[in-house]
DNA sequence: CTGAAAGCGCTTACAG
DNA sequence: CTGAAAGCGCTTACAG
């Protein structure tokens, strides 16, 4: 018994589920009922078991209940990134969903695509005894990862597009790049441009679906449909490609997998000395905070990777058991792709 | 997906210590000192047993073991953020040494510094038996989380300074972020500033050791120390000081507490028509990938957060049990704190 | 060097 | 509606 009037079992250790029958006076399993709610426990015997876990300060232990079940109430991410905005935000929101219910999240990062290491790392986390993973599969290494995952696994992901859905078995989530893909196209096309090049970010299929968007809205207004430019995920790459770009004077009009390849396209763009966007346009992907601030403000796609994580989870918690949580709570719903124009767009000079 | 919802109700029977005991003709305790690596097995039956093991796909069952032990081989990472470069990095280091020693890693995020968000951010984490917490304290948040960790619980944390490290009773890890400060602040004075301004990111203590850092070298130079202008970690954030700061028409150096903040200064400095770096020079603090890509490129302190968080955990995992790595392994070593120069600072016009 | 027993803190049938 | 029993898959003393 310490001063402040808690009562702690003596040596440190925890309070368990057979102190608080005691102290409540039933046996530990009326002790359990209460604790998962389970129906069939007098009303009185309840109020007074929960009274004495609120005297006890007493908490579940989950690795108790995990083993017992059969099963931990937990999903773990497994993704090939941390840093970059999507990914980050994502995963974000994931937390943010797992935590309103409960559930703790794990993470588990893909440091490279070759076999070896999605097997050690899908190995790591395929136990169905430890709960569910959410693979974010916008690369190749989160795809290999999807499709590693061993059967009797609960799986969700992240995917880029409709069609990589159909590639594996298990439930996932997309934002709807393809028109938001078209609208920047075509908007570009609104204002006067010829054509409008693309610079791409690594697909995890053949074909992304921001490029079949922006190859789709070429093709509706018969315009001359460029190759795209095959890029990595940074500015650096970005930088390269622009070069190439900049290289060609009959470019006025470039779209970017997302803001930090728009970013690199900026500086090269800058430093051949041609002017955004009275003699070039650039438009991006993603509206990280940055892009905002970029020179000049960059015109982006903004996209709700948060919204897309909550919904995920959302899918994978329903694989657990009946939710919990009363339907009529507040949910935040995701937004749909939004073109934000700023300053690297306008009519061809 | 199957219609009914659940597709993984604890299915198939996984195999077991037992079933690999009775395969290599022993009793399970002998299996489980093979797994631990106890000596004390001769070894022949050590042998016979890791055949076992290999034949029948056995993995120990980690819940089974944390609940044996009493506590989980596993870390939780305690973060406000998970898309701040520095966070995103330290949590990327942090999961990279855990996973080379076979540990789970978890993310909790602080949503709100508020008492409330904190306690049952804190209360949700600490929990002994789940193994131990890494806290990201470089905020507010961060720090009183770092404070309300109950005892008992084994808890490391990143911090912003050295000072910051007194203020808790916790192993903990930090950047010379002073040293690194002090270096460019002396640069710029070297070019021949008469002084330099500093835009403060939010600081978890009264005083970071960047602004400190900052001070100190100002001081040492006899230069005029002007008051620092407290932001957020914004590049918006970062845009409303520069506004601030290009209203003075006697500023010519700029020093940043991050590179987003520095974005927003140079957008500001553009707006302005102040010319960057021949009028006014600006330097960052982090050196993320776009940095270099900003424009003009961003003059930065290149800090080793992926090291950091790898070192932090590795404090962590002392407090665990001895080591089972070879000490002899190669340990990548953390890179001091350099300043990268690039194109946004020059003499004073 | 190896095995039998007890227990970690729960849940889940099964009785009553 | 509530309790006694068995068991989840391990580890940890304790014997031998």
New interface residues.
Partial sequence: VNVTGHIFPAS?R?VSIRDVARAAGVSYQTVSRVINSQAGVRESTRRQVLRSIEELGY?P????Q??A????RAV?VLTAD??L?GY??A??GI??AA?AE?F??????L?SPTPRAIRAAVD?VS????GAVIVIAYDVAGMRALAAMPP???VGALVESAQARHRH???CVWLDDRSAAMEATAYLLGLGHRTVHYVAIPSSTRTSDRQAGWKAALESADAPVPAPIQAEW???S??QAGRQLTADKQVTAILCGND?LA??V??AL?EAGRAVPDEVSVVGFDDA??S????P?LTTVRLDFAGLGRDCFRLVR????PPTAPADEPVALREAPTLVIRDTTGPPG
Same sequence: chains 1, 2.
């Fill in positions: 440190g925890s908490r232990n989950r690795t108790a995990a083993l079940r059969g099963r931990a773990t941390t840093t905005y980050a935000t995963l974000r937390e943010e935590r409960g703790p999240v794990g993470i588990g990062v440091d790591a136990d169905p005894r430890a009797g696994m609960a078995r298990h439930p940074t500015p650096r970005g930088y930090d970013l690199g900026l500086y800058r905070p940055q905002e601030f970029y020179t403000a329903g694989l657990f058991d």
